[in-house]
């Protein structure tokens, strides 16, 4: 085994992590410097430390960071996707605040994404669901139906040539798709915690699989939150794109789109352009900014 290797980052637990050598064969790193920002799917430039173990020594530049942030720390959840995966459900009942944060934070990165609704072929909820959903498909947004423990084809089809992050709140079935998608995929998880060494707890982490037939899936661990403190207040407002197009148009320029005269948001949500309920999550997600922002200033 030469000195320098190349791998991708397929699993992160603390300060270890999986990564996946040119030959395919899994090496536990660590990385050099104190404070990691080792995200999965990084690929990275290692030295050998033994036999059986690496130091990372440098990250290659990324396409693409997904994460979250809020005034105190940044969690990092993937690098170099090509695709976001919103995953919601028919049940448990999803949050349509989180949606619309997790698709803010991939436009702002230029990542594509689709919303999948899962759990399809149970009928109860689906109505509801799709009901709660067609605010993202007016506002220009992709969905896709499907029932991960029927058919996951026309997700297959999607998600071919692209390396795919899945994200979305516990109990969605994103590890379903995962299984669905790759049936080995629990042999996989098996054998990265035994490079781990961490066993149940690499649940908590993003991981990498290979996709039969090309490109590769993320599955990362359930949110509750999403914190957008990272992303201007333009990128924020770019990231609702029923309203991108009037953005630069109110008639003061730092517009908070709450009380000004001459608002164009305001008049969009006023003439039914703009749901209600984006627009608080748009105002709530700004105050959330403007908080972070003069936390920063003062620290």
């Known amino acids: 085994m030469s000195a320098r290797q190349i791998g ?5 637990f603390g300060r270890q992590y999986a990564v996946r050598l040119a030959d395919g064969s899994q090496l536990l790193c660590v990385p050099r410097a104190k404070k990691s920002e080792v995200a999965c799917g990084d690929r990275v430039e290692l030295a050998m430390a033994s036999a059986d173990q690496g130091v990372i020594e440098k990250i290659s530049e990324r396409a693409s960071l997904f994460y979250r942030a809020d005034q105190w720390k940044e969690k990092l959840i993937a690098a170099n996707v090509s ?27 230029d990542i594509p994404a689709l919303i999948v609704l899962n759990k399809c072929d149970i009928t109860a909820g689906l109505e509801s669901a799709r009901r709660q959903l067609e605010t993202f498909v007016k506002a220009g947004h992709d969905v896709l139906e499907l029932s991960a423990k029927g058919d996951v084809e026309a997700l297959r089809a999607r998600l071919a040539g692209h390396v795919s992050l899945l994200v979305g709140q516990s109990g969605m079935g994103k590890s379903t798709i995962t299984n669905a998608l790759i049936p080995e995929a629990d042999a996989r998880t098996r054998e990265i915690s035994a ?12 991981r990498l699989y290979p996709l039969p037939g090309g490109g590769e899936l993320i599955d990362s661990p359930g949110l509750q939150s999403f914190g957008l403190a990272h992303l201007t207040k333009n990128e924020i407002e770019c990231g609702f794109l029923e309203i991108r197009a009037l953005l630069g148009t109110c ?34 997600i700004l105050d959330e900014h403007e908080v972070a922002r003069k936390h920063n200033l003062e620290h």
């Not at 919103?86 to 702002?108: K, N």
């Not at 490079?195 to 993003?206: M, N, Q």
């Not at 003061?252 to 984006?278: L, T, V, Y």
Request: glycine share 6%; proline share 3%.
């Open 8 to 12: 991708t980052v397929i699993a992160a």
């Open 195 to 206: 490079v781990l060494d961490s066993g149940k707890h690499t649940t908590t982490h993003a």
């Open 251 to 284: 008639r003061f320029r730092d517009c908070s789109h709450i009380k000004e005269p001459d608002c164009a948001i305001r008049a969009a949500r006023d003439g039914g352009q703009f749901n209600e309920r984006r627009y608080a999550t748009l105002l709530q």
């Open 83 to 109: 695709q976001v995966v919103v995953v919601v459900a028919t049940e448990p009942g999803f949050s349509d605040e989180l949606i619309t944060r997790c698709l803010v934070a991939a436009d702002a990165q």
